[in-house]
Structures are given as C-alpha cells and as structure tokens.
C-alpha cells in the first residue's frame, strides 16, 4: 500500500527537519520545503494528502499558500494543517475558516501532531472514497447504461436528456421489471439535484396503516408505536428527488394526501400541528394504465394530471427483441465481474432460446436468467444447456404468438402459476449456493430440505 504523503512547508531548517523525522518514522511519505512559494510549484508533482504549512512564512503567508495550493492542485487538494505560535492561534482559527481542517502550536508535542496527521490522513481517505462513489453513480446511471439499441429505447434516452436537467414531476410507466426505478435514478443523477438525496418508496408494498407516517413522518407518542419522532419520505427527500414506485397501489386517502403534498410544497408529520416546507422534485411510476385507472374511479384524477407533467414510457422486453443480444451481454460482464469469472459469450443457440422466449419478467428476469447461467456454465461459453428450463422446455420458444394466437396471454393459471414457481425455486436455490459458496450440504440446510432434495430439485430445473 502506498504511504501517505504529507507536505510540510516551513522556513526554518531544524524544524523541517524535526517534522521529518517524526513524520517518516510515523509512516508518512514526507516532502519539505522552505517556502509557499516552493510548495505550489512541487505540490502537483508530489500529490500529498496532507498538509502542514507554517502559518507565518517568509514570502507568502500559510492562508495565501493554501489558497494558492488549492488553486494548483483543484480537485486533489490536500487536507490542510496550519502551524502557529502560541501568540497568533486567532490567526490559526482564521485559517480555519478559511479551510484548514486543524492547526497545531509550537513548540508541538509529537505524539498530538501525528494524531492530528492521522485524522487529516483518515479525512483525505474519506473524501476520495466519496469521490469515487460519486464517479461510480454517475457512471451506472448514465442514460447509456440503460442498455438498449431499439428505436423505443432510443426515445427514453432522448427523453431522460431532455427532462433531467428540468426540475418537473416526471410518470415513468411499463411493466413490472423493465427498469423504471433506473429511469428515475438517471434522471436524478443528471438534474440539478444530483448533489441532494434520492429516497425511493415503493407504494405497495406499505401496509395502508402506515402510508402517511412513511410518507410525511410522525412526533413522538403519534400513536401507539411511536416512542421518537421520524421523518418521512418527503423530509428524508428534501433538496432531491423522492422516487415514488407503484403509485397505482395507493388507497383513495393515501391519493388525497399526496395531492395536498403536492400541491402545497408542505407537509404535517402525524401528530404534528407544525407544517414543514419541503423542497422535493417527484418522479413516480406505475405498472397500470393510470388513465384506465382514473375512468374506473380507482385513482383520482386531479392527482393524474398533477404526476402526469411528463411522461415516459418504457417498453416490455417482448416489444424489442433487437435489445436482447446487447442486455445478455451487458449483464454475462456486469456478473462475471461480481463474482470473479471470466466473463464468457453467448452461444447462438442460447441467443436464438432468449429471443424466442416471451419474457414477461422483462429485463428483471432475464438478467436472472442470465446470472444463473454464467454461475452455472461448464464451458466456455453459456450455452442453450446453460439457460434456466422454463426457456428451453417445452413451449419455450413461443409458439402460440408466432402462430398471432396471444402468446403469454392465452397461458392458463395452472400455466402461470407452475412458471412462477419455478422461477421462484430456481432463485433461490441459487441464492443458496451462492452464500455457502456452491456447497450443497449446506446450501440444502439453508433451505430446509435433505441433500437429496436438493439434487433432484436441481436435476428437475436443470441446474446440473
């Protein structure tokens, strides 16, 4: 691991070489100068993470030298530490707020100054590690990682470019799986709000009793569970976007209190009689039809027309069989590199088995499929033999729409019922091994059933 590496800047000799020595046998790559002047013609070449500068140099001062670092190194900045006498600390608290995260006076005890040292260097560390998040959002949420090479694909592209940078209430729909909470963390990702939180909730799934203390928050003793207070979603989401999934799920009072929330840029916790300004930009998504919803008198339709500002449209798997080929081999490498394989092609024969199949998970489902052929494959490359057994038996291949006949709409339940089930047996029986490392002994306690079981059931799915 590299040292880490601290600047030291100070027009006396002996003490350059006291902090040397201290630094260096603390663990420190050190670099001393003698003047600001020297340190921001070195500091780009040298890179440090940390530092110390004297705050009364001959020439110019410790606060100009770390303005001048600042300007010279951008986003590689160092954590600055200013050094002072006892007599100028009011000048070392000025530097303070002038950015500096600490200072130290002289003459310093070793054993402080290699403390201070540290949690500059443990800072330094933090801020890189966020920087790197930072880069790593932004990258898996670019409009292009939303993979996709269809003319329907293309449009969503166009679209999140056009509205991300508007701070407008955006309904994503499409099918369960085709990737709308993806949609809305790009269009975050790209908005004037980046910087701000991105709360995400899914509608459905909270229990009616509880949608307007997750939504707007509770004070303490609210009700009967509420020993503290809590912020909810709307708080949690100031100053960013509040992702609202499955808003169609929704009751009709759950429906009257988002629209006042709306509407009012404001809110009241339960139990509260204060009414809190929140700064929220909404984005929401539905499975449903909300205009179908709204002629039904299941959802209400000032609240349509308040969600519905844009909208954008994702298409099922089913509707762009040309974006198969490039989402199996987005995800063969997304996987592969998860979880340290080589990443390996896509026999023509699978593809073919893929293209066939009717997807009514969408991209969800056949990333799935894909992750568990990868962890599966013997050879080298996944092959039709690789491919979960709902696509390659019988009826795999989708006979019914080729013949214009409705494909998966004219399955029966008995039909749909046994296809869920596999697919739910198949996740988690790979989940299993996944966790005890491919052992089956193992993986068949974790799943509360014999080995044998195990073996058979695997043997049944077409996991051998």
Not at 58 to 70: A, F, N, P, S
Not at 135 to 141: A, I, V, Y
Not at 419 to 440: F, H, K, P, Q, S
Request: proline share 4%; aromatic share 4%.
């Amino acid at each position: 691991m590299m040292k880490p590496r601290v600047l030291v800047v100070d027009d006396e000799k002996t003490l350059r070489g006291i902090l040397t020595t201290v630094l260096d046998d603390a663990g420190y790559e050190v670099l001393a100068l003698e003047s600001g002047e020297a340190a921001v013609g070195r500091a780009p070449d040298f890179e440090p993470d940390v530092a110390l500068i004297d705050l009364r140099l001959t020439g110019i001062d410790g606060v100009e030298t770390m303005e001048r670092l600042r300007d010279a190194l951008g986003p590689a900045t160092p954590v600055f530490i200013i050094m002072t006498a006892h007599g100028t600390i009011r000048s070392a608290v000025d530097a303070i707020r002038k950015g500096a995260l600490d200072y130290v006076t002289k003459p310093f005890d070793n054993e402080e100054l290699k403390l201070t040292v540290l949690r500059a260097v443990q800072m330094r560390r933090l801020e890189r590690r966020v920087e790197v998040l930072e880069s790593q959002l932004d990258e898996r949420f670019r409009p292009e990682n939303i993979v996709g090479q269809s003319g329907a694909m293309d449009a969503v592209f166009r679209m999140i470019g056009k509205i991300a940078p508007l701070d407008t209430t955006v309904l994503v729909s499409g099918e369960t799986g085709t990737g709308k909470e993806l949609v809305a963390r790009a269009i975050h990702r790209h908005s004037n709000r980046k910087d701000g939180p991105f709360v995400a909730v899914n509608c459905g799934a909270i229990p009616p009793t509880l949608i307007e203390s997750s939504f707007f928050g509770h004070e303490r003793g609210a009700f009967t569970d509420a020993k503290t207070a809590r912020r909810g979603a709307f708080e949690q989401a100031n100053a960013g976007t509040l992702f609202l999934d499955e808003v169609a799920e929704l009751s009709a009072a759950a429906q009257a209190g988002l629209l006042r929330a709306l509407e009012g840029g404001e809110i009241r916790r339960v139990g509260g009689e204060r009414a809190i300004a929140v700064d929220v930009r909404f984005i929401a998504a539905t499975n449903r039809d909300l205009k179908a919803e709204v002629e039904a008198g299941t959802f209400r339709e000032d609240l349509f027309w308040r969600l519905n500002v844009v909208a954008v449209h994702l298409p099922a798997l089913r509707e762009r069989p040309e974006d198969i080929a490039p989402l199996a081999d987005h995800f063969l490498r997304k996987h592969a590199g998860r979880l340290g394989l080589a990443p390996l092609p896509l026999d023509p024969d699978a593809l073919s088995l893929l293209i066939a199949y009717d997807w009514p998970g969408n991209v969800r489902e056949l990333e799935n499929a894909l992750e568990s052929s990868l962890a599966l494959a013997a050879g080298g490359s996944v092959t039709a033999a690789d491919l979960p057994a709902r696509l390659r038996g019988p009826g795999a291949t989708d006979t019914a729409r080729e013949s214009g006949t409705g494909g998966a709409a004219q399955a029966t339940l008995a039909e749909a019922v046994d296809r869920a089930r596999v697919a739910v047996e198949e996740r988690m029986i790979l989940d299993a091994l996944r966790e005890t490392g491919g052992n089956r002994t193992r993986a068949a306690e974790r799943l509360g059933v014999s080995r044998k079981t195990l073996f058979n059931k695997m043997r049944e799915l077409g996991l051998l």
